[in-house]
């Protein structure tokens, strides 16, 4: 499968996984393989991702164990790119792509995993990219995180786990979403740019019925000389 000019054809995890992107449009950053990493699956798992853009979380998750994926993007352009991605990864039975908006989802099972790196810019705050596929995939101008955590409570089983990765700035606004959507936090990880700077995202994991947070060790991209730490570039390369 060809990529055509306005697109890159990138690989991932030493070879093992293939994504073609947009060079002008949504590209994925770093919190993509961070949430795939702290995703925790098992064999049986039917998992739901909301937001999947050109399918990288769902593809790096194809290195784990799970019997499907079901990955929404209401993007038109993005869902055709996913779909691309997936055929060109041999993915085609295991992961299986949906273009539809997430408040108009009404899936016949419940899943037993829901993640997502959902929109994290509040509507009419931020600059507005002038391409309207990266202004919708880093924007709420479609769901935001409190439509996105009902979804979540909807579609998820009474035992299921859902995955998260949010900027800290907007802590609050997650934690009330999952309270009103009768989530609660099971486990938090924050992501610190380097080890003396303040957090930028966190991760966290949710189901129904933890009754306390546990806050795991701190993940730290960038040592003191710019460079990864052994613990990104264990989970860049898939390791």
């Known amino acids: 499968m060809l990529k055509d000019e306005n697109e890159t054809l990138d690989t991932f995890y030493y070879g093992r996984i293939f994504l073609l992107q947009k060079k002008k449009g949504y590209r994925f950053s770093v919190d993509a393989p961070l949430l795939a990493d702290f995703i925790q699956t098992k064999e049986s798992d039917n998992l739901c991702e909301f937001g999947t853009g050109n399918g990288v979380i769902s593809l790096l998750l194809s290195m784990k164990p799970f019997n499907s994926i079901t990955a929404l993007e209401i993007q038109g352009s993005l869902a055709r790119l996913a779909l691309r991605n997936v055929r060109l990864n041999h993915l085609e039975g295991k992961i299986f792509v949906v273009q539809a908006d997430l408040r108009n989802f009404y899936p016949l099972k419940k899943f037993d995993v ?125 390791s």
């Open 114 to 238: 829901v993640f997502s790196n959902p929109p994290y810019i509040k509507k009419k705050t931020g600059h507005l990219s002038a391409l309207d596929e990266k202004s919708i995939a880093k924007h709420e101008l479609k769901c935001d995180i409190f439509g996105i955590m009902r979804k979540t409570a909807d579609i998820m089983k009474k035992n299921g786990r859902a995955y998260f990765i949010f900027p800290t700035k907007r802590k609050k606004d997650f934690m009330s979403a999952a309270k009103k959507s009768n989530l609660r936090i099971k486990t938090l990880r924050f992501v610190f740019p380097q080890q003396h700077k303040d957090s930028n995202f966190f991760m966290a994991e949710c189901d129904f019925f933890s009754e306390r947070i546990t806050e795991t060790t701190h993940f730290i991209l960038y040592d003191e000389t710019g460079q990864y730490t052994p613990e990104a570039k264990k989970i860049f390369s898939g």
